[in-house]
């Protein structure tokens, strides 16, 4: 029973592409996000959304759109996919009665 | 004002030793202090966490030291084993169901 479950673990695409990566949590929680990891390992939250409103939405390419419908899923979908767009896309949850973020095990992009 | 700022960005500590890792911050409205643990091809997961009421935590030989005057917080791993192999990330936040400001990691090697 994973608690955050993302898909694909790995995502190798060309330039130019669509792609998405799709996120479930089964913790109850009210909120989820999706954080990128860069090759440095510093992590960037792109956004969060709250009972299927966004709440959070950092200054990402618009190429990026989270999609979720419903409180337990979160999608992230990604236009037109370029070279610095490779890296490790982490979905979280959070909000539940234990504190923090619970993560998924990532998916890492690669953009040739 | 929202930075938090982590050092070393990397650390290597001896079998048995103890690990030892520095975070500052300038929001003094943070209220919620976690420090992540995340493993090669892992997400990052909650390893403990301390709120501004009191100066240390501990969990088994996991120690977090907080220092409100001086704005800072540090991780102590006692008796450092080589599965405390991994990138160690601090945050805050204002609570901790909020968005989590991160450092930028630090890398742990404990050499057997």
């Known amino acids: 029973d994973t608690a955050v479950s993302q898909t694909p673990k790995y995502l190798v695409t060309q330039m130019g592409n669509d792609k998405s990566i799709k996120c479930e949590q089964n913790l109850g929680h009210d909120t989820m996000y999706w954080y990128k990891q860069d090759s440095k390992k510093f992590l960037k939250i792109m956004f969060s959304?709250?009972?299927?409103?966004?709440?959070i939405n950092e200054t990402v390419p618009n190429r990026f759109s989270p999609k979720s419908p419903d409180k337990a899923h979160l999608n992230l979908h990604i236009n037109s996919l370029e070279l610095g767009d490779s890296a490790v896309y982490f979905c979280?949850?959070?909000?539940?009665?234990?504190?923090?973020?619970?993560f998924g095990s990532g998916t890492r992009l690669t953009v040739v | 004002q929202q930075q938090v700022k982590q050092s070393p960005q990397s650390l290597i500590v001896q079998k048995g030793g103890i690990s030892i890792i520095n975070c500052a911050y300038e929001n003094t409205a943070f209220d919620y202090f976690p420090w992540y643990q995340q493993f090669p091809g892992k997400g990052p997961a909650l390893l403990i966490a301390i709120r501004p009421d009191v100066s240390e935590k501990k969990e088994g030989r996991f120690t977090i030291s907080f220092n409100k005057s001086a704005k800072q917080f540090s991780l102590h791993i006692m008796d450092s084993q080589p599965g405390d192999s991994a990138t160690y990330f601090c945050?805050?936040?204002?609570?901790?169901?909020?968005?989590?400001?991160w450092g930028a990691g630090t890398k742990l090697i404990i050499k057997p």
């Open positions: 979280a949850s959070g909000g539940g009665a234990d504190p923090g973020y619970t």
């Open positions: 945050a805050a936040s204002f609570d901790s169901n909020y968005q989590l400001i």
């Open positions: 959304y709250n009972n299927k409103e966004l709440i």
